[in-house]
């Protein structure tokens, strides 16, 4: 299978490890910033990592990979009092035959 991203995939696991656990986590997205600068939200879910509830995990629907270029893309989510975003991630997202 080809490891590059093309417009128009789906089913691609976006994942983001918060290096703790979230377990009781809520409110749980990916902000998300397309190659023309447009934003949009991708609601995700919590998922383990070696037996801890520490990753935020997200499957790629229709429609969410509509533009070439560099995704931008931040986790966001609630923890107890705290509400907001981890480290911001990038990959490239290509246009088909390339």
């Known amino acids: 299978m ?16 918060c290096q703790q656990d979230i ?4 409110n749980i997205t990916f ?3 397309k190659p023309s ?8 879910a ?8 520490r990753q935020i995990r997200y499957l790629t629907a229709a429609g969410d990979l509509n533009e070439p270029g560099i995704y931008t ?4 989510l609630t923890l107890g009092a705290w ?3 981890g480290k911001v991630g990038t990959f490239e997202v290509k246009a088909l035959f390339s």
């Open 23 to 26: 377990s009781a986590a809520t």
């Open 83 to 85: 509400t907001g975003v």
């Open 73 to 76: 893309i931040h986790p966001h």
């Open 37 to 44: 600068g447009a934003t949009t939200t991708w609601a995700a």
């Open 46 to 53: 919590k998922t383990t990592l070696d037996g801890e509830t």
């Open 2 to 17: 080809n490891t590059d991203i093309h417009v128009g995939d789906t089913g691609l696991e976006i994942l983001a490890d």
């Open 31 to 33: 902000f998300v910033r």
